[in-house]
């Protein structure tokens, strides 16, 4: 089974601009979720999609938006580029039920200039 | 809301030493427990986790773990480390919302092989 695949790797943009993200899981997972790695802040939730309907969302400003597919595919945006975006974006992906366990992607690390 | 900390930032050790990397978490409800490894310019790796039953966790790699409600901790070691065990490791909680998971981690531990 291919794992959870993040493109693109690596992202250069400059404040003010505006990025898209995007993530496949693993086929017959349905559950997607990112998460925002920063040395200063760690590793912080940015939110999980299930069925194309967002269940859960962290504390990051509306900049930070995502969407899921019917393929189950990803796609995380945002809009007007700080600097203290750049960061390495993880996604991971799961199955259903009350626990599941989480695969994580490779990582897009975005860099804001 | 739960939270993680792990005790320390940076461990340094002598390749097939002993090794213990600490993780305390504050919960009052059941819990799921996990440790993960990240290798430089990859992403997270399971290594094990503690869902329920037996407290003591063998996961991949020669890790274990040792879940204690007591404590509130779930500390994870290995009996001799080799240098490619060399990477940043992170205690994580489950924590459930609306039916729907996510991970808090703690602020992960730098783990250093020196021959």
């Known amino acids: 089974k291919a794992g959870v695949t993040q493109t693109p790797r690596y992202l250069i943009k400059t404040r003010g601009q505006q990025v898209t993200l995007s993530c496949s899981p693993i086929?017959?997972?349905?559950?997607v979720s990112w998460y925002q790695q920063t040395p200063g802040q760690g590793l912080q939730f940015l939110f999980e999609y299930f069925s194309e309907t967002q269940r859960n969302k962290g504390n990051f400003p509306g900049r930070f938006s995502g969407r899921q597919f019917s393929n189950s595919r990803s796609e995380m945006n945002v809009s007007t580029l700080e600097l203290g975006d750049s960061a390495l974006y993880l996604c991971?992906?799961?199955?259903?039920?009350?626990?599941?366990?989480?695969?994580f992607g490779p990582g897009t690390r975005l860099t804001v200039l | 809301a739960q939270s993680v900390t792990q005790l320390d930032s940076q461990v340094p050790v002598f390749e097939e030493a002993p090794v213990e990397l600490r993780c305390n978490y504050s919960?009052?409800?059941?819990?799921?427990l996990f440790w993960y490894v990240q290798y430089p310019n990859q992403g997270l790796q399971l290594l094990l986790k503690?869902?329920?039953?037996?407290?003591l966790v063998k996961g991949i790699n020669g890790f274990e773990a040792e879940f204690n409600k007591s404590q509130t901790s779930f500390h994870l070691r290995k009996p001799s480390v080799h240098i490619s065990d060399t990477a940043e490791y992170f205690c994580?909680?489950?924590?459930?919302?609306?039916?729907?998971?996510?991970?808090?981690f703690g602020q992960g531990t730098r783990l250093t092989i020196n021959p």
């Open positions: 994580a909680v489950s924590e459930l919302l609306q039916g729907a998971q996510k991970l808090v």
């Open positions: 991971a992906s799961g199955s259903s039920g009350s626990y599941n366990e989480q695969f």
């Open positions: 086929s017959g997972h349905r559950s």
């Open positions: 503690y869902l329920s039953g037996s407290t």
């Open positions: 919960s009052s409800v059941s819990v799921y």
